[in-house]
Each structure stands twice: as C-alpha cells, then as structure tokens.
C-alpha cells in the first residue's frame, strides 16, 4: 500500500514551484490532493500534470487570494464542508513583496500571505485535522528568519519597510506560530513542524520589477537548488513515519536543526498568536466595564 493511501491532503501555493511538487510526490504516494491556488490557468495546468505523474490519484483544487482574510475564511468553510477530515495540511504559499502594499484588510501583504494565511486557515481546519488524529500540519518557513526579530509596535512595517525585512519577519513568524501551535496541540494526536526548503530555483520573486527581479534571478541561476530538492523536507515532514510523534520542530534538509535565539522565544510566540487572533477577529471581545 502507498504511504498516504487514502489520506487527504490539502497543500496551498500548490500551482507552481515547491509546491506543485510537493503535491505531486503525495498524489504518488496515494494521497487525495485538495490543491489551493490563485490563478485559474496554474491550476488548471497543476491538476494535469499531478494526474500525468500519478493517473490514479483523485485530486481537486480550491481558488483562494490567501492575501485576503476574506478569501481565506470562504476557503476554509469550504474545505470545512467538503471534507470529513484533513490528514495533512502543507502551509505553503508564500511571497516576497518590495514594495509596501495594504490588502482590503488593512494588512502589509507580506505579513497577510506569508503569516496570517497560515495562522487562519490552519484555525479554521483545527475540527477537520482532529477527526483525522493522528494528522500533521507542515509549515514551510525558511533560513531567512535568522537576523529577523518581531517589533511589536511596529509588526507590519508601517513606520520602516524593507522587502526583504518584512519577508524575514514573516518567516520568523512562521516558526514561533508552528512553536505556539505544537504547544496548543499536546495530546490531541495533531503534531506541527516548520522547516527551511533551501533557495530553491522557482517562480519566486518574480512578482517584483526592476534590479530587485533581476538581482534575485541571477542568484537563482548561480546558488538555487532545484524545486525537486527544494520539496523534498516537506513531503519527508508530511509522509514519514520517522516523524508521525514528532512536534514543534524547525527541519532543515529533512533534518531537526535549531533556529535562531529569536525564533525560540515562547513569549514572542505567544504574544504573536494572541495579536494574529485579534487581526483574524478569532479574540473573544473584550467586555468594557
């Protein structure tokens, strides 16, 4: 029997780059994929080439802006009601933005796509991952953290914004959320781990203009890893029974391995969680006297 015969998979950013790839390996693995993606035309190209590498594997895809706290609660009730579990979520997508640019929800997309997606839909599958216990949560996060530290007063960049600053936050987020989360999820049989994929060769940054673009291809050409590298400790994280107990975790090149002092601090994790639940409107209100 294939290693995920039969469980559910749901895996965003899965149009393209390390994702797309990761959504393949667990459709060879047997896995049933819920693909969550943006563009129409990726996703239609997506399915077709999960089902040329797996022609069994049963396989579907979900239209999100995962920018959009809007988009990613209508996603989440979605899946909600489509699916009676969800074996693995793979937190996935994810971009670099070099210029400031505010979502309809007055969030730094950076900080909206690359953390708060992350943080709400994994909220919002909590009861679908519980009814699949033992099931996991796989965060791809990233070695750009290390340097990075939270401001609280200024969490989104509103005063200083650096592209690449605002990326490193947002995947120093993503451990301390993956570190709260393993916390809360003791003895439910959910277990969640983080890892870094390497500076994989992909679509990445191509979002951005001008030398910022540029700049960034040629390092690819001369330093990535290929996306087949770049997958290969998430799909480990997602599929292998080495790591079925394992929680709260940071892995590099399908390894345990230890982040930086920043992203260790349970404080900040879980003063994080607690501002990333107010934002999604997840906080109880508070009763005025």
Known sequence: MAALEGKICVVTGATSGIGLVTAEHLGAMGARLVLVGRDTAKGEAALLRVRRRAPRVQAEIHYADLARLEDVRRLGAALAAALPRVDVLVNNAGAIFRRRDVTRDGLERTYALNHMAYFLLTALLKERLAAAAPSRIVSVASEAHRGATLDFDDLQGARHYSGWTAY??????????????????????????????????????????????????????????????????????????????????????????????????????????????????????????
């Open 168 to 289: 490193q936050r947002s995947k120093l987020c993503n451990i301390l959320f993956t570190r709260e989360l393993a916390r809360r999820l003791q003895g439910t049989g959910i277990t969640a781990n983080c890892l870094h994929p390497g500076f994989v060769a992909s679509g990445f940054g191509d979002n951005n203009d001008g030398a910022f673009r540029v700049a960034l291809s040629i390092a690819k050409r001369l330093f990535a890893i290929s996306e087949e590298k770049g997958a290969a400790t998430t799909v480990y994280l997602a599929s292998s029974p080495e790591v079925q107990d394992t929680n709260g975790l940071y892995f590099k090149g399908c390894r345990p391995a230890f982040p930086s002092a920043a992203a260790q601090d349970d404080g900040a994790a879980r003063r994080l969680w607690e501002e990333s639940a107010r934002l999604a409107g997840l906080s109880p209100p508070r009763r005025v006297c």
